[in-house]
Nanobody, 123 residues
């Protein structure tokens, strides 16, 4: 089993920044990727950003490219999502996720989910 502990999130005004962190513990050698997904009310959960464990390339959904940056600290099994220039449409519950047998954590590869942290961007 792998446990994902999230931190960060909260309310912010449009144009502001937030940082989300996710620490993995347990059998972390069984996962190949970590990612952040988000889900707004009435919408499907979507992959925001992802990274392969130990890799140096990342995936970003189009709407966050240039604004969000995902990084990892392999020694601490932690990934951090720096979110800049936040917009009201970024408002959602953000979930940390970890997957197997994939580099960039498509939803079907996800095996573990965090509890979620709310991000609310006001205009």
């Amino acid at each position: 089993q792998v446990r994902l502990e999230e931190s960060g999130g909260g309310p912010v005004q449009a144009g502001g920044s937030l940082r989300l962190s996710c620490a993995a513990s347990g059998y972390t050698n069984t996962i190949s990727c970590m990612a952040w997904f988000r889900q707004a009310p009435g919408k499907e959960r979507e992959r925001v950003a992802a990274i392969s464990i130990g890799g140096d390339t990342t995936y970003y959904m189009d709407s966050v490219k240039g604004r969000f940056t995902l990084s990892q600290d392999n020694a601490k099994n932690t990934v951090t999502l720096q979110m800049n220039s936040l917009q009201p449409e970024d408002t959602a519950m953000y979930y940390c996720a970890a997957g197997r047998y994939a580099s960039y954590c498509p939803k079907e590869a996800i095996r573990y989910w965090g509890q979620g942290t709310q991000v609310t961007v006001s205009s």
